[in-house]
């Protein structure tokens, strides 16, 4: 079943991206540029541009950009024509406040500039403008477009500073305007610098915040009795009044019968937040479903900054890990190839966000125990048992700033498995296997000391041997039953990527939703929603 594949199409290990540049030069003045080849007859005067900046105060990296823009247009107006505002300052303003209206986020806006839009909006608006002011208008709508196509495209927060290590996506906002104005704004929609998945995400909070304009939806009891196909009752009814005011029971049945349209439903609610699609409603689904459509919106919100920050596109085979999903994505450009289960940090040992490159596979491998571990577990388990090193398979091979080195050695009861697949990172984070394969069977999978434990070892295995015909699955299999560790380099190195997703839309078009498990979605709301329009 193709889940993210819209999602993780476009994450890559460098992100592939327009880039501003560190000190800002000013572009050469094109002089070739005339009133006979322009598409408006309106034209400034440089020195226009310098009174502006002077009267402002630009900051030089502002003023040189808008010096820039302007050179490379030779001071044609980019947002008015002799018969008012063109056709790109209109599709731009749109934009504008559909963001606002979208997001409830008052930060871009700017009311000097919104009145001076709805009065050149107005029929005639130049006979009885005063030339000043058209000018003024037109490098204010050039500098609060720098703004907003940096802070609507790029995003709004420095994601380093919430622990999020994979390359921020930059864009060069004076490139994106020359194309804005010389397609006079049509065609927004592959005009705008976002990937698919935000476009989709975009349509989803536009759906839910109309249902939250409509009152929203009740909340269901919650008690220890589960609903089943064909229960009846008030619960059943209830469970349907929910699913249609979120749109996701669209039958004409009413009745207090769970049937089987109601059935497929709660498999769509199931897949929705990760549980099991076998059609019964226990309490942990209920309690999903009562979380308010407000709170909802939130989520939305958040990860559509988290989207932001990603890249437009993507292409060639990598590993997407999504840690609210418990999921390892293999994909090849837009194709998700397989997925498989994985085990996470838990919230004391989180999996650190970050990409880089799968180089190695590693049969029979030794566990280099972290010295964090020694400390805390090894050393008191020592102390108590003599023989516990021995009975662990494990050995001490020297001592570090007073602690011992301890590796256990490889086999069955090895903690890594039979394989673990490195990309090396100052993290000391990698895939591996591990014995504990019960763990699989949960919903809620953060239980490691912070590397990722995939459920298909093998598969994965063979998928990156692929190239290498001497690894036959025989081979492989044999390898990962060997008493001695052995490294294999991944011919061509493979992009890896950590990232932390609890809201997206899968292949198949239906919004997904997963728990904040290690509480970053609330560390990114206190910081994204400090200037919403109350």
């Known amino acids: 079943m193709i889940r993210l594949t819209l999602l993780l199409s476009f994450f890559i290990v460098i992100m592939a991206s327009c880039k501003q540049p560190g000190k800002q030069t000013v572009t050469i003045r094109d002089t070739t540029i005339t009133q006979q080849n322009a598409f408006s007859e309106l034209f400034l005067d440089s020195a226009d541009l310098e009174k502006h900046i002077a009267q402002q105060q630009l900051p030089d990296t502002i003023a040189n950009r808008m010096r820039s823009f302007y050179n490379s ?3 044609q107006f980019a947002w008015f024509t002799n018969d008012g505002l063109a056709e790109q300052a209109h599709a731009f303003w749109n934009l504008h406040n559909n963001y606002i209206n979208l997001s409830q986020d008052s930060t871009i806006g700017d009311k000097q500039l919104h009145d001076r839009m709805v009065q050149f909006s107005e029929e005639d608006s130049l006979m009885n403008a005063d030339k000043s002011e058209i000018i003024e208008t037109e490098f204010l709508l050039t500098r609060h477009f720098f703004d907003y196509a940096q802070y609507a495209y790029a995003g709004t927060i420095d994601p380093s500073e919430l622990q999020w290590h994979i390359p921020r996506k930059k864009i060069n906002v004076m490139v994106l305007l020359d194309s804005l104005v010389a397609s006079k704004g049509q065609n927004i929609d592959a005009w705008e610098p976002v990937n698919e998945m935000y476009k989709r995400m975009r349509q989803q909070l536009l759906v839910y915040r109309q249902i939250e304009q409509s009152g929203g939806w009740d909340s269901i009891p919650v008690t220890k009795k589960s609903i089943v196909p064909g229960d009846s009752g008030r619960a059943v009814l209830q469970l ?9 029971y669209t039958a004409t049945d009413t009745s207090a019968l ?12 199931q ?22 459509v407000t709170e909802r919106i939130k989520q939305v919100l958040i990860n559509m900054e988290r989207i932001r920050w990603m890249p437009k596109e993507a292409s060639g085979v990598r590993l997407v890990a999504n840690i609210p999903e418990y999921k390892l994505h293999v994909l090849d450009g837009k194709k998700e190839v397989f997925n498989i289960d994985i085990v996470v940090g838990k919230t004391a040992n989180k999996t650190v966000i970050f990409n880089d490159q799968l ?6 491998p030794y566990w280099n125990i972290p010295r964090s571990i020694v400390r805390n577990e090894i050393l008191p388990a020592m102390q108590k048992n003599s023989n516990y090193l021995r009975v662990k398979n494990m050995e001490q091979t020297g001592f570090s700033n007073g602690l011992p080195i301890i ?19 100052n993290y000391n984070i990698y895939f591996h296997d591990t014995p504990a394969k019960t763990l699989f069977n949960k919903r809620e999978r953060a239980f490691s000391h912070g590397c990722i434990r995939v459920a298909e070892p093998f598969k994965l295995a063979a998928y990156l041997l692929q ?3 001497a690894w ?7 390898a990962m039953n060997a008493s001695k560790e052995l490294w294999v380099p991944i011919q061509q190195p493979v992009p890896v990527v950590i990232t932390y997703f609890t809201a997206w839309i899968d292949g198949e078009g239906l919004l997904n939703l997963r728990d904040d498990v290690y509480g970053l979605d609330n560390k990114l709301a206190e910081r994204l929603f400090e200037n919403l329009i109350p």
């Open 73 to 75: 247009r030779n001071y």
């Open 240 to 248: 349907k009044k929910r699913l249609i005011a979120s749109h996701d």
């Open 258 to 269: 769970y049937s089987k349209a109601l059935n497929t439903a709660v498999q769509q609610m």
């Open 271 to 292: 897949k929705r937040f990760g549980f099991a699609e076998d059609g019964k409603v226990l309490p942990e689904l209920v309690k999903q479903l009562n979380v308010s």
């Open 359 to 364: 180089k190695y596979v590693v049969f029979s």
């Open 407 to 425: 590796r256990q050695k490889p086999g069955g009861s090895n903690a890594l498995g039979k394989v673990k697949f490195i990309f090396p990172n």
């Open 467 to 469: 190239d290498q015909p």
């Open 472 to 478: 036959t699955q025989e081979k492989i299999a044999a």
